[in-house]
């Protein structure tokens, strides 16, 4: 809040940087190693400084403005300079002298306050990198580096007086710099000179360029709005003896890092840019509320600053003068202060078929160009006519086959994006209610007691109808009316999230064969004059690389694996599937044996001694079932060859199956078994066979389950291992927060001391 040290006038108001040929080898010389790296740490410093918000001054002065998005820029400054030219030039050691070092700094700040109002970020920025520039110059003058006059900012011309008119609302500074982003979806200006269209109106096309001009939604200012607006924009002009505007002081807090005793004395800061900021978000419901807040600016400056300053006393006048406009503006009628087109303010919202319409709500309208899809909207202003005739005004959402895009662009299900369309609408085109959720939520919940017959959609995206492109929001606040900004909805959960499943493009089948990625981008087909377009369009440009790539094709299921059939397999017969009874049904020309126990622990497999084959010949291409045991125990099949199939198979393949006592190789339905003699429990000889596994499957078994809980247990000991460290950072956290605790406890005991001393020398 400290003001600007005073600026050194030179008979040129704009003096070049060239320098004559014959006198640039002399100046070379003048700038040492050692200047140049205190050059350097200035650059640094301005480049990484933030506010205690963590807002970053210098971010509008990085690059150079883009004339593409601000083209009236450069007829205005005709000589701009940016942060990365001094980057360059340092890096090069290319600066002639000191003096031009200072300079840059100079013109870059003289720059953005020649453009931008006052009252505009960008010249408020401009101010603090100044004062960062300057503080920083001073060190260099204490260190002995240079002398003060080499860093005194040059005069460079009058900054021009800027119409007393308070913004627009949204005509916030944008970044300009190329390199930048759209999270709006478009550059906003706060240049406070108006951007010259294109096509002027009555020029062939002019009316299909508006209807994709991003715009925003109309100024419908309450009398109680339009009072408090006269109000702040009268404070706005008087000056101080110095010439200069006595409300600059006010615009912003003090910085809490060169001003941390502020804080210490103001408990409740307040500031012009908050006051401007809450009425943008209509927080003041009568000129009462609004004067309390400025009471409480002016207060604050008169307790914190001497009684013979300058902000002092410009803090008495401007509070006066703030009285004395109240007083004006209250004694006005409220028939004063309608809009010059007639629009009268309704905030109470419109009654339409038994239910009230307020700003906020989400709508349906009708759609002239198709009545099956109404439009999605949500309503911005809601105000009538001097006929009485009421109207919304909203915003529109596009469904995705109203826009234009990549023919493999997929989208969810009930999705639509933001639009730049504010159109009025009558009352009696609201059909119903509908409901737009943000992609964060949608799959949590429902708002609740939101009726279950009510469409829902999903909002991911920013369209913008210019560039055809689509841009992710990061801020779902930032899509939402100023009074709504700051209210949430309860929910109702689900169970479990819904799955977030992604469609193909409703309107990929426009695409045409003989489109290439080289054509120009197709048009939307428009029709009514107040509705989306008919039908969007499609193309095969290039992927933005914004872009999602189109969800991957669900993988199909694996195949199941098929157990290898015998060798050779042409010679193997479909009956060995066929049911069980059925197998025992073909069985009755086998004889009653099964096969014996095998001898464990050699080196190959041994054949069963005791299975018979089949007694009748079987044709060369059939399968023959070993036949089940005469015991009332169960026993799984086994299969075997007709001798002329068996032989086929290479004697070295057949060597390492289980074969039976003729040598032709046993096929099993089942896993391995062996059979071993039962013996009774008095000590009896068996009555008969008893299945179990072969040792080596259950050796198998053994270590599988020895390795099931080896991995178990290194599981748990990982997740006693995690809770602990979990538990010791936690404690850490505790322990430090506890601290901070009792070091702010001993500071506020401190100031608390402070005050009760300095409490008798004010009394």
């Not at 920025?125 to 260099?140: C, F, G, I, S, Y």
């Not at 001097?386 to 596009?398: A, M, P, R």
């Not at 042409?570 to 599937?577: A, C, E, N, V």
């Not at 071993?676 to 270590?703: D, V």
Request: overall charge neutral; glycine content about 4%.
């Amino acid at each position: 809040m400290a003001t600007p040290a005073g600026e050194v006038k030179g008979e040129t108001p704009l003096p070049t940087t060239e320098v004559e040929n014959n006198a640039t080898e002399p100046n070379q010389e003048t700038i040492s190693d050692e200047q140049y790296r205190g050059m350097h740490d200035v650059l640094n410093y301005v480049y990484d400084y933030r506010s205690p918000e963590g807002h970053d001054p210098s971010k509008l002065f990085h690059k150079r403005v883009n004339k593409r998005y601000v083209p009236d820029y450069y007829e205005v400054i005709k000589e701009p300079q940016a942060m990365s030219n001094i980057k360059q030039k340092l890096s090069a050691k290319n600066y002639p002298t000191f003096e031009d070092f200072v300079r840059d700094w100079a013109l870059i700040c003289h720059n953005a306050q020649v453009y931008n109002r006052p009252e505009s970020g960008a010249y408020q920025d401009a101010l603090t990198v100044k004062a960062l520039v300057e503080a920083q110059l001073k060190k260099m003058i204490d260190a002995g580096l240079i002398t003060s006059d080499r860093a005194v900012f040059p005069y460079l011309g009058e900054i021009p007086h800027a119409d007393d008119v308070l913004p627009d609302e949204g005509a916030e500074e944008a970044e300009s710099s190329e390199s930048e982003s759209e999270e709006e979806g478009e550059k906003k200006r706060a240049r406070g000179r108006p951007r010259k269209s294109e096509k002027e109106e009555g020029e062939p096309g002019a009316d299909m360029d508006a209807r994709k001009k991003r715009g925003r939604p109309p100024r419908v200012d309450t009398p109680t709005e339009a009072r408090i607006k006269n109000i702040l924009k009268a404070m706005r002009r008087p000056k101080n003896a110095a010439g200069e505007y006595k409300i600059l002081p006010f615009d912003r807090l003090p910085d809490k890092i060169t001003m941390p005793g502020y804080y210490m004395e103001v408990q409740n800061p307040m500031a012009v840019d908050i006051i401007k900021r809450k009425f943008k978000r209509k927080k003041y419901t009568s000129v009462e509320q609004f004067m309390q807040d400025v009471d409480l600016m002016f207060e604050n400056a008169k307790r914190f600053n001497e009684d013979d300053s300058q902000i002092y006393k410009d803090a008495v006048d401007l509070q006066k003068e703030a009285r004395r406009l109240v007083t004006e503006e209250m004694s006005k009628p409220d028939s004063e202060f309608a809009m010059e087109d007639g629009r009268i303010p309704l905030p109470n919202g419109i009654s339409h078929n038994g239910d009230i319409y307020k700003v906020g709500d989400w709508v349906h309208i009708q759609n002239a160009n198709d009545l099956t899809k109404p439009i999605v909207t949500q309503i911005y202003r809601t105000w009538k006519d001097v006929s009485g005739n009421q109207y919304v005004n909203v915003c529109w959402y596009y469904r995705p086959e109203q826009t234009v895009h990549r023919f493999d662009k997929h989208f969810y299900e009930n999705e639509v994006v933001k639009t730049g369309q504010y159109r009025d609408h009558s009352i009696e085109e609201v059909i119903n209610r509908c409901f737009v959720m943000f992609i964060t939520r949608w799959h949590k919940g429902r708002p609740r007691g939101y009726p279950n017959n009510k469409e829902i959609y999903v909002c991911e995206s920013r369209y913008n109808e210019e560039k055809l492109t689509f841009n992710k929001i990061k801020t779902w606040a930032s899509c939402l009316p100023d009074e709504v900004r700051d209210k949430d909805y309860e929910m109702e959960l689900y169970a479990e999230p819904k799955k977030m499943k992604k469609l193909p493009s409703p309107i990929a089948y426009l695409l045409k064969d003989d489109l290439k990625e080289t054509d120009e981008l197709p048009k939307p087909e428009w029709g009514a004059d107040n509705a989306p377009p008919k039908i969007g369009a499609v193309h095969r440009r290039p992927r933005d690389a914004r872009d999602s790539p189109p969800p991957l094709p669900t993988p199909s299921p694996p195949p199941q694996p098929v157990p290898p059939p015998p060798q050779p397999t042409r010679q193997m017969s479909t009956t060995i599937s066929q049911p069980l009874q059925q197998f025992r049904n073909q069985a009755s020309g086998f004889s009653t044996s099964t096969p014996a126990r095998q001898t464990p622990n050699t080196s190959t497999p041994q054949p069963l001694q005791s299975l018979q084959v089949p007694s009748q010949n079987i044709s060369h291409a059939s399968a023959s079932p070993v036949p089940q045991s005469t015991s009332s125990r169960p026993i799984a099949p086994v299969w075997s060859l007709n001798d002329a199939a068996n032989a086929s198979i290479p004697p070295d393949i057949r060597h390492q199956f289980r074969c039976d006592n003729a040598g032709r190789v046993l096929f099993f339905t089942a896993p391995p078994v062996e059979f071993a003699e039962q013996e009774s429990t008095m000590g009896a000889p068996g009555e008969g066979p008893l299945l179990g596994h072969s040792i080596e499957y259950t050796a198998s078994k053994i270590r599988r389950k020895a390795e099931l809980e080896e991995r178990k247990k290194r599981r748990a000991e990982a997740q006693v291992e995690r809770t602990e460290k979990r538990q010791k950072i936690q404690e850490e956290q505790i322990t430090e927060f506890s601290d901070k605790v009792q070091v702010l406890l001993q500071e506020a005991v401190k100031a608390l001391e402070t005050q009760l001393k300095r409490a008798p020398e004010t009394s």
